[in-house]
């Protein structure tokens, strides 16, 4: 299913949750996995100060911490680790969404799991560029392949997953999202749900909806969910539709919540295509904060389009982790 | 005495001058190398031109540059001082009889009154750059032996032009010591720094150059010197 | 002669002696090899004979002494007034006592240079417009800088720099075919907000080649991105080179001129091979001064020009908006106080102040000048290398506070910066500072601004 893992860190207890996910993925499904930790940002023009982003000084990081640090992550995760032997660590400078966004590609990885880099651990890396936006987010909206992002703890493994919730706006991306979500629920056999929100506050500022013309617009959404989405999926009938008004993100989460949902899918909401814009963040951004389970954002076909679903080895064994 | 000062002194004083003067000229445009300057003196001449023009005339005169703008003060006593450096001593009434009489021209003469106060000017002016270099943390640190020994030579002629022209105390000594120091300083121009009466448009002229064939002087309106 | 493994009178060349260099910790070793380098003396007197020409000795010659290019020069201000950094006195005390000596120096006294002319002056040049003679400071620190050199005294950091460039012929470690690489993944990564979006390599007669800054394809490949979908509006039929791409030059800075010739020269045989109409540089200074200005001495071409015209970034803007190949949407200028930052290199060196004013009527509403500005403003504090090297972080964070305080008295909380050096410059000042005053370089301000015709926008 996923043959190659990237599991971006931030070296931090705020990622322990991120790596369990990823190790045990990792696991069941063969896959290799690589731990990568962005330690640096690079700084001062063409100097060799970097800025170490979980202390935040500057230094001249020579080769040798390089390979301290990697010992460091060797360490840290050497619990998760086990005997596990296909794995390889990897610890760089650089602009951490870059970093993982240019790692992600020359792996050709399956997939991306991450912890929620939530803004107040990078006070640095997001004022660096003067560009507001989390690391997160960034690598959510430009990655090629599916990124899951895990900030609490996961009471389930992946596979045991019973409740899938999928968030479309309808967009180009949030097609490969459904790819997604749908092959992933068939494959562990739990429900979907597919979701919209009515996003009122943005198609209609200032003035207030009638309520048929609401349950219009619910009744036109439904239909498209069908068209679009159900029209897709063959010998599958695990799933609901629902569509209500509200703001986005605030819906999804409640949804979620409703549902007891264990994985939300969505897309990278394609019409903030300017992080600066969203200054309290992407929607994706907003759900992957608050939310209690994971979040995966997929915004592209690379990687989904036609997902290998069936865990090759050790397809029969059905405890895992 | 005075018929040898004024005489083959005075022409070897003046001839080391001028020539001397010619030489630093052709030593320095000799010296100009278009890729070591990084300025292609012979290619886009008419923007090499113009740039030179620019840089030369926005700072020979009083406050017409950006430069001479930002001090007013040290302006003002710089000019007056040149001014009368050069101006008295050219037009004064007593050379210029001398030059009729020895070499049969003259220049346009001031009256002697004028002449005088020029040079009481020039004396001032030279008072107040001496206390500037001793006041001023930032000129004092530049400041050397040599730059008070130049001005010294620069000055002498007037204040013992002035000394003689008044008669105090000994006419006749005073005109000797005044021929002296004149001829001293004709001497010395070429060999010091004083060399640049002439060096001062060689380097600007070679800067404007600079500017406008090479640092923008092809884009836009040029230098606002 | 005493030389170090790491410090010496050689230059970069190998693989082995860069990774050497950077494997030594903040140049520790480096440094303290400097301590026992002796200074080859023969060498200097020969090379002072060869290279100093009439122009830099009669500066040398009749600097008045009057120090009228004190205040001229932001880190005399930023020093309290510091006697010792009045420009004349900084060259007078360095290369006015080498040549006084002819070449008779000591290491201290090398050392002593070396400090001076990388951590006292950014060759910003200002100094040259106030001196009533036009004596130089910036030239000649450029020249001392040299000499520094060719003797093995230079910042650990520009060591390494211009063995970049004469191993990777960029300022990083970006080899042609990650540079190639990059252009492909950023293609791709933004093809599906920008469709059709392309980043042409190595076509023959384009109307415009580009070239940028390694640290662009190295950590914020975004840039090219941003220069791609501006390109790609403006409807232009651009190309890059897969060689020949970097326009900055380290080596300019580290007084290197054998590597500025490479440098500039893999620049130029692009252009040669690719034959555009013209090149655009990025939003650099001293790329632009050293491929643009500089660049055609250090190869020797006898016109003083580029072998095809070549334009900063933004002389292309201006052209563009000027045009309309780009249009700003007016509801999205700039509403708020925003300020300029006139850089050093292509400002007062290289004449573009009138264009960056124009490009700044169109898109700002309320735009303010700092003080001066235009040729006669200050340098951002980091030129010249400084922003690069630790041995001298503390001078330099020193410097800031004049442009600091320029910018607090405009106003504006945006300073658009198109220059790596001033946009670091003032990053840094930030990070000390702490004003809350941000800054960017023009592209991403004019991605957000300009009307994206309508093919040319996302299907959903
Ligand atoms: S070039 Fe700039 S930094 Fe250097 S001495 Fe002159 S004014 Fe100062
Ligand atoms: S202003 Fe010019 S002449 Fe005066 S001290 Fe400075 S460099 Fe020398």
Known sequence: MFEKILFATTATPACDHAAHVAFDLAKKYNSSLHLFHVFGLPSHGFGQQVTDVRTGKADDYGTRYVEAIKKELQEMYADEIGDNSDYQIESVIGVPHREVLRMARKENADLIVMGAHSRQEEPGATRYRSVVGSTMQRVAKGARCPVLIVSRPCTT??????????????????????????????????????????????????????????????????????????????????????????????????????????????????REVDPEQALLGSTVEQVVLRASCPVASVNRPDKVADLKLTPQADATESEGG | MYEFLTGPAAIAASGIFFIGLIVRVIFYIRGLHWQMDRVTYTVNVSYGIKGALRSVIAWIFPFGSVGWRAKPGITFMFFIFHFGLLFTPLFLQAHNFLLKERWGFSLWTISDPAADLLTILTLVAAFFLVLRRIALAEVRILTSV???????????????????????????????????????????????????????????????????????????????? | MAEGKLCNRKTVDTKEYLNALLADKSGKQYYKEMEELDVDTDKLRTTLKASLKSRLRTWLEICAHCGMCADSCFLYLANNRDPEQVPSFKIQSTLGEIVKRKGNVDNKFMRMVMDTAWSKCTCCSRCGSFCPFGIDMGIMFGYLRGLCFSQGFVPWELKIGTGMHRIFRAQMDITSEDWVDTCEWMAEEYEDDWPGLAIPVDKVNADIMYTLNAREPKHYPEDIAEAAILFHLAGENWTVPSEGWEQTNLAMFAGDWAACKMQVESVYDAMNRLKPKRMVGTECGHAHRSTVIEGPYWAGLETGKTPVKSIHYVEWVAEALRTGKLKIDPAKKIKEPVTYQDSCNYIRNGGLKDISREIMSYIAEDFREMSPNREHNFCCGGGGGFNGIGRYRQQRNAGLQIKRQQILDTGAKLVISPCHNCWDAIRDMEEVFKDGIRWSFLKPLLINMVEVPEHLKPED
Request: net charge neutral; proline share 2%; aromatic share 16%.
């Open chain 2, 146 to 225: 040599y730059d008070y020994v130049l001005l010294a030579v620069t000055v002498a002629p007037f204040l013992t032009g002035l000394l003689a022209f008044h008669q105090v105390w000994n006419y006749h000594f005073w005109l000797m010591a005044h021929i002296i120091c004149g001829e001293i300083m004709l001497i010395c121009i070429p060999f010091t720094k004083l060399s640049h009466i002439v060096l001062f448009f060689c380097s600007r002229v070679q800067l404007g150059m600079d500017f406008g064939i090479k640092r923008g002087g092809m884009k836009g309106k040029g230098f606002a010197w």
């Open chain 1, 157 to 270: 493994c992946l596979w045991y997953f019973s409740n899938i919730i999928f968030g479309t706006d309808f967009s180009k991306a949030s097609y490969s999202a459904f790819l997604f979500a749908y092959q992933l629920a068939k494959e562990i056999g739990s429900k979907l749900w597919l979701f919209h929100a009515l996003d009122i506050s943005a198609m209609h500022a200032g003035k207030t909806l009638e309520q048929d013309e609401i349950e219009a617009q619910i009744a036109k959404a439904k239909q498209k969910i069908k068209d679009t989405y159900v029209s897709q999926m063959t010998d599958y009938d695990n799933y609901e539709i629902d569509v209500l008004e509200g703001i986005p993100y605030v819906e999804i989460l409640k949804y979620a919540r409703a549902k007891n949902g264990d994985l939300i899918v969505m897309s990278h909401h394609t």
